[in-house]
């Protein structure tokens, strides 16, 4: 592919990652407003977050296997389909219910869009480290920018037009950037296989029955917490064990045995359940306890996500090719856990607090994910991108559902969500410098081929 349209289908899939992540954050400010026209109960309403992250969480593997059997372009294509579909579900429900069915297509599209990105952009940078890691940084860059402007817009759109509205933008963008594909992304062949359809059933159950199981559990008897939770483990012991016996797994649990993987992914895990419950949190607070209107929260929340991008675009790099992803990602999460862990005792004065944890995730990120992928071999990428992306956002869906719970059984429930969300950040920071044995590095840089 010739060199400015390498570039250009950079811009594409850069545009994946700023949907996928947007799509988390432009619901924030909108959901007290959701919560009023829909009916959701205040547990309830985290499945509109929930119901997106679990689905695109549980089904990132089956989305990374079926781009190599049938091709990443093919894969990315049909992943869009599916997320506008469900963006035109999602933006005209009337019921709870509806509501959450859309945001879980959504998430089904995401868990295509995902992996085939990351596939694709392998294959145009991969064999120059020099250009991969630019790649990376303006790819990585599009995470902090889609939340950045899913904060703002959701503000601008729920203050001035209606919730709705959160969903309806994805459907232009979307038809945009299906009409730009066949274009601009480079045509990909798949290969021989099948696809472990049971493996991706019971991990997918597995994951949502464990989220409905803490849920659930503060409002309902110990025994039929102990059964659900019975169920889901049972689930994914079954997942584990149908990855040991047939030909093709879903996840061949080899690859676990790539050096700095498990504690990587781990890592990212513990960060997503430490930063997405602060996200969620933080919205509500100051909503319901502040009284800040929609677009004031936007703007209030404007600041966080900018550092992050400015973080991640112009320092993060460069710290990671000069110290490695090890002190990075420790550094990080423990800045990290004393942010949130800060705005327990902010109050109104929340922005200080909410800086320093923008920039224990911009620190942590981006180095978790480069560990999580260096030392893979190429052919594994898109399983390793799907593993890594799971993880993150289960953790993100598992760190909520707890934190949610623990909120509703406090008197003061905003403050023991920021505080819980903290203590995952501190014990994130901690297992990482004692497991992560070998810090990874970057690739060192090689002059550009011309």
Known sequence: MPQHNRWWALVVLATAQFMVIMDTSIIGVALPEMQRDLGFSPGGLQWVFNAYVVAFGGLLLLGGRLSDLFGARKIFTIGWVVLTAGSVVAAFATSA?????????????????????????????GHNPRELGKAMALYGAAAPAGGTAGVFLGGVITEYLSWPWVFIVYIPIGLITLAAIPALLPATQGKRGSV???????????IALTVYTIVKAPEQSLTTTLIEAAGAIVLLVAFLLTQRSVREPLMPLKIWKTPGLAPANLAMALLGAAWIPMWYFLNLF???????GAFASGAALLPMTVAVMIFMIGITARLLGRFGAKPLIVLGLAVLAVGVGGLAFSGSAFLPASLVAAVGMSLAYIPAMMSALSGVRPEESGLASGIVNTTYNVGSALGLAVMTAIATSQENGFDAAFVGAGVVAAAGALLTLVLMRRPAQVPQEQPARV
Do not use: H
């Open 97 to 125: 219910w509806v509501e959450i069915l859309g945001r879980a297509v959504q998430g089904v599209g995401g868990a295509l869009i995902a992996p085939a990105a990351m596939t694709l952009l392998m294959m145009l940078f």
């Open 196 to 206: 472990d359809v049971f493996g991706a059933i019971t991990v997918t159950a597995g």
């Open 286 to 292: 100051l909503q319901q306890d502040l009284g800040y």
